[in-house]
């Protein structure tokens, strides 16, 4: 399995983003996936999730109501649309499947087996 992320960038406080990750190999429809970020000197943390039926979603509280993810099964990609960014969302995005057909969305990044390279997303105030 193999996860590629995109669509950071350089946006200005108040602005959007819209984050994708593509999966190939394996059977996407069958994964629980999550974004975690990791800004500088922080560890990385979970941001939001989804399950493998693309209905449940879970969101950290310091990004909910701001951002949705969304997961498309048809086309094997699941997205992160971040609206009203802040500076304190700067950090390098990264995708994430747990292949294991959890019963809930893991906030652990050891419940994930497998990784996207990481975007890097960079909000200026």
């Known amino acids: 399995v193999q996860l590629q992320a995109s669509g950071g960038g350089l946006v200005q406080a108040g602005g959007f983003l819209r984050l994708s990750c593509a999966s190939s190999g394996g059977t996407f429809s069958r994964y629980t996936m999550s974004w975690f970020r990791q800004a500088p000197g922080k560890e990385r943390e979970f941001v939001a999730g989804?399950?493998?039926?693309?209905?449940?979603?879970l969101y950290a509280d310091s990004v909910k109501g701001r951002f949705s993810i969304s997961k498309d099964n048809a086309k094997n990609t699941v997205y992160l649309q971040m609206n009203s960014l802040k500076p304190e969302d700067t950090a390098v995005y990264s995708c994430?499947?747990?292949?294991?057909?959890?019963?809930?969305?893991?906030?652990?990044?050891?419940?994930?087996?497998?990784w996207g390279q990481g975007t890097q997303v960079t909000v200026s105030s």
């Open positions: 989804i399950m493998r039926d693309g209905v449940t979603s």
């Open positions: 994430a499947a747990d292949v294991t057909l959890p019963l809930v969305i893991h906030h652990e990044e050891t419940a994930y087996t497998y």
